[in-house]
């Protein structure tokens, strides 16, 4: 299948007053079209800030240090600013968690969308416009879309709201959505429903999507492949129900045991100990030495690339022999 | 079965956001009339809790279960119904009488960054609370015991010198369960103490809170979302819906088979790590607002089993053979 | 103290030594305030020492104008005083009336802010009406009205002996509604928050967790709007003796020196006005930039958006 975005050996700095940072560290992935992928992590591990890099969104202090973003064949991190509208919004759309931080308060939804279609296309005619506006809010379900076009966005619950946001990322055709929590702010049921049309219109419109989220079960239902993010770099990645089923890196291992089960009721569960190391103070070695149950000396002074590990999982841990390192 | 810790008898809680008085006024029919807006929370809640128990209550946003806690807790007066603590009813009391339940009855919030004060050094929070109930402790044993209190939530007692903005989430977590445990309480409410952390913390919180339990025989009241960690903890869990209580039971017996429609499509909904198709039941509609409660069953708009007995009459919680209560009309009548 | 060099990292601190015309301004307030603390031994001349004054010295110009005198390097006024000396103390009588007036408000502010906004309700409502009349008054309106009463009851030549508390008074209780918004803005906010919650856990009495909880969360706005008020007292006072309401012209504020000083603006002494009226504007703008600085600091919505 063809390749739709390279991500590869990004470099991602901070220049804070007190001193440069570095939030990720050399992260490489790939993604076919039409393909689901999830990058998960804790808060910090980096993965909003991939994300928001390929769109070139990082706000002010922070800048891309290295690597490259492969869009079809274009290196986004490098086109400027110009040739980033054209693209942004249009062919790469991005979702955000807090509905109600996208959607302008005091403008119509049908007016949200139909700007948006002017901004890409300024010789749309506004019946055509329109048109599109409906086609897209039935697509994401939206009940009576002729009537909840002139709505403003207070008169939509959070679910609905979600949907629009869906709705307005899908008006250009995209063939890449960029997902950021997207279902952290709703409900459990709400959020089944969410995940499910994100599933159906991946494969309905033969969309890239990547989603980025802290929730393990989330990225379980909704991907195809996983990328596990820790400290700003990538520690494992590969098919999703491989990874979650026979974690390869330690860090995934205590993390996916650390998920409550239902067949061990009201027993301690398995705790990797300590936190996340800021951004400032990552150790030397493998960032995850410090909280590993399976430390080794090499640990503490190398840093492991990803190689594969037992189940072909690329994991970044020196359990696994070297020599294999992945290039690209 | 010992006496029961806390019971919570017919809680109605009842929120009046309708403003000053003249926002009140309105006009129509030709006079001028006054009407007021009620969110209606919680609406006839009744549970009983036992010493050493947990029990969680899960629900949906907005569905009134952290206004459960809170009520529970005396932080907003009820409208009606009863709350009895050992027997002892603590609803209406006034600053005085409620001294001693407030040494018993602790809470631990959701949100590290919000619940400790942002000026107050560690020593103050924790130290506040302990000196105001126990003014005869002498500064070395008020130290002491802060010490002892920290090394008991995973903490280092060095901290206590510093402020809140210089620990992580998870810290100041540990920090807000040392606050609640330094008077020596017999029941904490938890309002979704893990949801604002991180996946790798949340577990840390929660065996220490099974810990902790354990340890001095803690009855906890856990309110939460997450279903799963709901599962891992509880001994019962109440199921609410739009400030009603629509299915208690062991927690077992709830997970194995839910009984109630809307527990079903909630449990329904939980994403599982496995992934692959998932079984999820659609629910229609949205949930109503808790200004305009439906009439009947507060379910019937959403449930694929309606007719026109939910529509007419509020059903009550019934106990089934294993024990559960169930406030369904289906259930009750043997169709679902 | 760890608190010194908790300081010295503080973000305050970091911004203050980047921001040039903070230092600047902190430097010029912190120079006019010492002056005035230790006038009577800074000021070359005793203005209200009537042995000092000397009718045959009036309308000397300052030194750098033809027919200026060294002994009075900026000049005299109608009656002989060296303007130097009565600038320094009449900015002593402002700076004094400015932080009086200032420190009435904050506590009658701060106080009812507090307990309205934290009980709200009926008290709440009651007072913020109160303010709402107490602002549609002009001060001005009540400062006149309330002088001419008190000039009437103690007569003329007394008045000056109490003018400083009076226009403490009137500019105190004119102003406290600045504050009891501001705090009550800002007691919405934080008794919304957790923490506060948990302190009513813990059986805290009301009252305790409003002055002990929620008032040192309120502190950066009202460190913020003091800096302003300071600036606004000082000048109220300044439009109050211009208007002859305030200080009597033997102990005159800057106000009133100015205003003394105004009918000779024609006649060539310029300097009795000019003078004064600079050192004001340096004063008040000193004031009003540290206030501008800080309120940066504190509420970096307000730059950044």
């Given at each position: 299948?063809?390749?739709?975005?390279?991500?590869?050996?990004?470099?991602?700095?901070?220049?804070?007053?007190?001193?440069?940072?570095?939030?990720?560290?050399?992260?490489?992935?790939?993604?076919?079209?039409?393909?689901?992928?999830?990058?998960?992590?804790?808060?910090?591990a980096g993965k909003s800030v991939t994300g928001f890099s390929i769109i070139n969104l990082i706000s002010k202090p922070g800048y891309i240090a290295a690597g490259k973003v492969d869009f079809l064949g274009e290196d986004l991190a490098k086109i400027g600013d110009e040739k980033m509208r054209s693209i942004r919004g249009n062919r790469i759309s991005m979702i955000f968690q807090d509905p109600m931080m996208t959607l302008n308060p005091v403008l119509t939804i049908g007016t949200q969308m139909t700007e948006t279609l002017h901004q890409h296309n300024p010789q749309m005619g506004k019946e055509e416009a329109r048109n599109i506006a409906l086609d897209?809010?039935?697509?994401?379900?939206?009940?009576?879309?002729?009537?909840?076009?002139?709505?403003?966005?207070?008169?939509?619950?959070?679910?609905?709201?979600?949907r629009i946001i869906i709705a307005i990322a899908l008006l250009t055709d995209p063939e890449l959505i960029i997902a950021d929590e997207p279902t952290t702010a709703l409900d459990v049921t709400i959020q089944a429903e969410?995940?499910?049309?994100?599933?159906?219109?991946?494969?309905?419109?033969?969309?890239?999507?990547?989603?980025?989220?802290?929730?393990?079960?989330?990225?379980?239902?909704?991907?195809?492949?996983?990328?596990?993010?820790?400290?700003?770099?990538?520690?494992?990645?590969?098919?999703?129900?491989?990874?979650?089923?026979?974690?390869?890196?330690?860090?995934?291992?205590?993390?996916?045991?650390?998920?409550?089960?239902?067949?061990?009721?009201g027993e301690r569960l398995n705790q990797i100990p300590g936190m996340m190391p800021t951004l400032k103070d990552i150790p030397p070695g493998c960032a995850f030495n410090p909280r590993c149950n399976q430390v080794m000396d090499i640990c503490k002074t190398e840093t492991p690339g990803l190689r594969p590990g037992k189940n072909g999982n690329l994991a970044a841990c020196h359990l696994y022999p070297p020599g294999q390192e992945e290039q690209g | 079965m010992s006496d029961p810790l806390l019971t919570v008898k017919n809680l109605y809680k009842h929120f009046d956001i309708s403003g000053g008085f003249l926002d009140q006024i309105g006009f129509s029919g030709g006079k001028f009339t006054r009407t007021r807006?009620?969110?209606?929370?919680?609406?006839?809640?009744?549970?009983?809790?036992?010493?050493?128990?947990?029990?969680?209550?899960?629900?949906?946003?907005?569905?009134?279960?952290?206004?459960?806690?809170?009520?529970?807790?005396?932080?907003?007066?009820?409208?009606?119904?009863?709350?009895?603590?050992?027997?002892?009813?603590?609803?209406?009391?006034?600053?005085?009488?409620?001294?001693?339940?407030?040494?018993?009855?602790?809470?631990?919030?959701?949100?590290?960054?919000?619940?400790?004060?942002?000026?107050?050094?560690?020593?103050?929070?924790?130290?506040?609370?302990?000196?105001?109930?126990?003014?005869?402790?002498?500064?070395?044993?008020?130290?002491?015991?802060?010490?002892?209190?920290?090394?008991?939530?995973?903490?280092?007692?060095?901290?206590i010198s510093r402020m809140p903005h210089e620990f992580s989430g998870g810290q100041r977590q540990r920090i807000s369960i040392a606050r609640a445990l330094i008077v020596d309480p017999e029941f904490v409410v938890a309002d979704e103490p893990i949801s604002a952390l991180d996946v790798s913390i949340?577990?840390?919180?929660?065996?220490?809170?099974?810990?902790?339990?354990?340890?001095?025989?803690?009855?906890?009241?856990?309110?939460?979302?997450?279903?799963?960690?709901?599962?891992?903890?509880?001994?019962?869990?109440?199921?609410?819906?739009?400030?009603?209580?629509?299915?208690?039971?062991?927690?077992?017996?709830?997970?194995?088979?839910?009984?109630?429609?809307?527990?079903?499509?909630?449990?329904?909904?939980i994403p599982k790590l496995t992934g692959g198709a998932s079984d999820h039941m659609r629910l229609k509609g949205e949930v109503p607002t808790p200004i305009n409660l439906p009439s009947g069953c507060v379910f019937h708009g959403r449930c694929p089993h309606v007719n026109q007995r939910c529509i007419d009459e509020i059903p009550q919680l019934c106990t089934l053979n294993d024990g559960r209560q169930v406030a369904c009309h289906g259930v009750e009548e043997g169709r679902i | 103290m760890s608190t010194h060099g908790k300081f010295k990292d503080s973000f305050l601190w970091y911004s203050f030594k980047r921001d040039k015309i903070a230092i600047a301004s902190?430097?010029?307030?912190?120079?006019?305030?010492?002056?005035?603390?230790?006038?009577?031994?800074?000021?070359?001349?005793?203005?209200?020492?009537?042995?000092?004054?000397?009718?045959?010295?009036?309308?000397?110009?300052?030194?750098?104008?033809?027919?200026?005198?060294?002994?009075?390097?900026?000049?005299?006024?109608?009656?002989?005083?060296?303007?130097?000396?009565?600038?320094?103390?009449?900015?002593?009588?402002?700076?004094?009336?400015?932080?009086?007036?200032?420190?009435?408000?904050?506590?009658?502010?701060?106080?009812?802010?507090?307990?309205?906004?934290?009980?709200?309700?009926?008290?709440?409502?009651?007072?913020?009406?109160?303010?709402?009349?107490?602002?549609?008054?002009?001060?001005?309106?009540?400062?006149?009205?309330?002088?001419?009463?008190?000039?009437?009851?103690?007569?003329?030549?007394?008045?000056?002996?109490?003018?400083?508390?009076?226009?403490?008074?009137?500019?105190?209780?004119?102003?406290?509604?600045?504050y009891a918004r501001t705090v009550r803005g800002s007691v919405l906010a934080e008794r919304k928050k957790e923490y506060v919650e948990a302190?009513?856990?813990?059986?805290?009495?009301?009252?305790?967790?409003?002055?002990?909880?929620?008032?040192?969360?309120?502190?950066?706005?009202?460190?913020v709007l003091s800096?302003?008020?300071?600036?606004?007292?000082?000048?109220?006072?300044?439009?109050?003796?211009?208007?002859?309401?305030?200080?009597?012209?033997?102990?005159?504020?800057?106000?009133?020196?100015?205003?003394?000083?105004f009918e000779y603006i024609f006649s060539g002494a310029w300097w009795i006005t000019a003078l004064p009226g600079l050192l004001l504007v340096i004063l008040v703008l000193s004031i009003n930039m540290l206030g501008d600085f800080l309120r940066d600091v504190f509420n970096p919505k307000l730059y950044k958006g």
């Open positions: 299948m063809k390749k739709l975005l390279e991500v590869k050996d990004l470099v991602i700095k901070f220049a804070l007053r007190t001193g440069e940072v570095t939030a990720t560290n050399g992260v490489s992935f790939t993604l076919k079209k039409g393909e689901r992928l999830g990058l998960v992590g804790e808060s910090g897209k809010l039935r697509k994401v379900y939206i009940p009576s879309p002729e009537k909840r076009l002139d709505q403003y966005p207070h008169e939509f619950s959070g679910g609905m709201r979600q969410i995940m499910e049309l994100l599933i159906e219109l991946c494969e309905t419109e033969d969309m890239g999507l990547i989603l980025i989220t802290h929730d393990l079960a989330v990225v379980g239902q909704v991907t195809q492949n996983i990328a596990v993010m820790y400290a700003g770099s990538v520690v494992e990645k590969g098919p999703t129900a491989q990874v979650i089923a026979e974690p390869q890196h330690p860090y995934t291992q205590g993390l996916i045991a650390a998920l409550p089960q239902s067949s061990r009721h | 807006t009620l969110v209606k929370a919680v609406n006839n809640i009744s549970f009983e809790l036992k010493a050493g128990e947990t029990f969680s209550v899960v629900g949906e946003s907005g569905c009134g279960k952290s206004t459960l806690g809170r009520t529970i807790m005396g932080l907003y007066p009820p409208n009606s119904g009863e709350i009895l603590y050992r027997g002892d009813r603590i609803d209406g009391l006034d600053h005085q009488r409620m001294l001693p339940y407030r040494k018993k009855m602790q809470m631990v919030f959701q949100d590290p960054y919000a619940s400790l004060n942002p000026r107050k050094t560690i020593r103050q929070a924790l130290g506040d609370p302990l000196c105001y109930h126990n003014p005869q402790l002498n500064d070395g044993e008020v130290k002491d015991r802060i010490d002892e209190v920290m090394l008991q939530v995973g903490g280092d007692p060095q901290w949340q577990a840390q919180i929660l065996n220490l809170m099974m810990d902790l339990q354990q340890q001095y025989n803690l009855a906890y009241l856990f309110v939460a979302h997450d279903l799963s960690v709901v599962e891992h903890l509880s001994d019962r869990v109440g199921v609410m819906y739009l400030g009603t209580m629509c299915e208690l039971s062991e927690t077992g017996i709830l997970f194995e088979r839910p009984r109630h429609p809307y527990t079903q499509a909630l449990m329904s909904a | 902190l430097l010029v307030l912190v120079v006019l305030i010492f002056i005035s603390v230790f006038a009577p031994l800074i000021a070359p001349y005793n203005p209200y020492d009537p042995e000092m004054i000397d009718i045959m010295n009036s309308e000397i110009p300052p030194v750098w104008e033809d027919g200026g005198e060294k002994a009075f390097l900026l000049g005299t006024d109608s009656q002989g005083r060296d303007m130097l000396s009565t600038m320094i103390y009449g900015m002593r009588i402002s700076i004094i009336i400015g932080l009086g007036a200032v420190a009435l408000q904050a506590v009658l502010g701060v106080l009812i802010g507090l307990f309205a906004g934290y009980h709200g309700g009926r008290l709440d409502a009651f007072f913020m009406r109160a303010a709402d009349v107490q602002l549609s008054f002009s001060y001005l309106m009540v400062a006149i009205f309330m002088s001419a009463i008190l000039q009437a009851i103690v007569g003329v030549a007394r008045f000056g002996e109490i003018a400083v508390p009076f226009l403490i008074l009137v500019i105190g209780f004119s102003q406290w509604p600045q302190a009513r856990v813990a059986g805290f009495t009301s009252a305790r967790i409003i002055l002990k909880q929620i008032f040192p969360n309120t502190l950066s706005p009202i460190l800096t302003i008020q300071v600036a606004n007292a000082v000048m109220s006072e300044a439009a109050l003796s211009f208007l002859g309401l305030g200080m009597p012209i033997d102990r005159p504020s800057l106000g009133s020196l100015i205003n003394s000083g």
